[in-house]
C-alpha cells in the first residue's frame, strides 16, 4: 500500500523563523513528488520534484527530493503570519492511473 | 487558468438521505478525483475517474458512489448520508501530460 508521511503533525514558530517540514514515501513506480499549502479554502500548488538534489525555490520556500532515501523537505525562511496554513505532500506514482497519495499535512502556525 | 467548481459549498443533511455532490472542470482534464478531507487525517481518496464512464476505487470507497457520463463532469453520491459522513469534500482534476493535480473549493457536508 502506497504511504506517504508527514512531520512534524504541527509547528508553531515566530515571525522570522525558518522551518523545515519532512514528507517520507513509500510507493511503487514513483513519479513526482508534490506540496500543496492549503489556508481555509482549496489546496494551492506549490513545487512538483522528480529528481533527486535539485532545489526548486520560490521567493523564501525552496524544496528538494532525496529518491534513494524516498523523503523530501520544504523549507521557509524569514517566516511570515501569511505563511500559517497546512503544508500537504503529494506523491504521484503506484499501480492505479496516476493518484496521489497525500499525507496528512503539517500545521504551521506563524505569530508575530 | 484551470478551474474547478464545486457547486455546493455548504450542506447539511439527515441520516439516510441520499446525497449528491456534483464537480465541473473547465480543462478537459482525463482524470477526476474525489477526496475527503479530515482534521489529523490528510486528503484520502474516495473514488477516481480516468475516462468517461470509467471510475476506480480509491482508498475509502465504501458508502460512496460515482458518476462520471460526460468528460468535464464528476459526481460523487451518499446513497444513504451517515453521520460519519460529516467531512470536506474536495473535488480534483488533472491532466495526462502533468502531474499538478487542481482542487476544486471544496464542500462542507455535515450529516445530523
Known amino acids: 500500500e502506497d504511504k506517504v508521511v508527514q512531520s512534524p503533525l504541527s509547528l508553531v514558530v515566530h515571525e522570522g523563523d525558518t522551518v523545515t517540514l519532512n514528507c517520507s514515501y513509500e510507493v511503487t513506480n514513483f513519479r513526482s513528488l508534490l506540496w500543496y499549502k492549503q489556508e481555509k479554502k482549496a489546496p494551492t500548488f506549490l513545487f512538483m520534484l522528480t529528481s533527486s538534489g535539485i532545489e526548486k525555490k520560490s521567493g523564501r520556500l525552496s524544496s528538494i527530493l532525496d529518491k534513494k532515501e524516498l523523503f523530501s523537505i520544504l523549507n521557509i525562511t524569514a517566516t511570515q503570519t501569511g505563511d500559517s496554513a497546512v503544508y500537504l505532500c503529494a506523491v504521484s506514482g503506484g499501480t492505479s492511473y496516476g493518484k496521489l497519495t497525500f499525507g496528512q499535512g503539517t500545521i504551521l502556525t506563524v505569530h508575530p | 487558468d484551470v478551474k474547478v467548481t464545486q457547486s455546493s459549498r455548504y450542506l447539511v443533511k439527515r441520516t439516510g438521505e441520499k446525497v449528491f455532490l456534483e464537480c465541473v472542470q473547465d480543462?478537459?482534464?482525463?482524470?477526476m478525483f474525489w477526496y475527503r478531507q479530515d482534521p489529523g487525517l490528510g486528503l484520502r481518496l474516495i473514488y477516481f475517474s480516468y475516462d468517461v464512464k470509467m471510475k476506480e476505487k480509491g482508498d475509502i470507497p465504501e458508502g460512496y458512489s460515482v458518476s462520471r457520463e460526460k468528460k468535464e463532469r464528476f459526481s460523487l453520491i451518499l446513497e444513504s448520508a451517515s453521520t460519519n459522513q460529516t467531512s470536506m469534500y474536495l473535488c480534483?482534476?488533472?491532466?495526462?501530460?502533468?502531474?499538478?493535480?487542481?482542487f476544486g473549493e471544496g464542500s462542507w457536508l455535515t450529516v445530523v
Open positions: 480534483a482534476s488533472r491532466g495526462t501530460q502533468g502531474d499538478t493535480i487542481y
Open positions: 480543462m478537459d482534464h482525463e482524470n
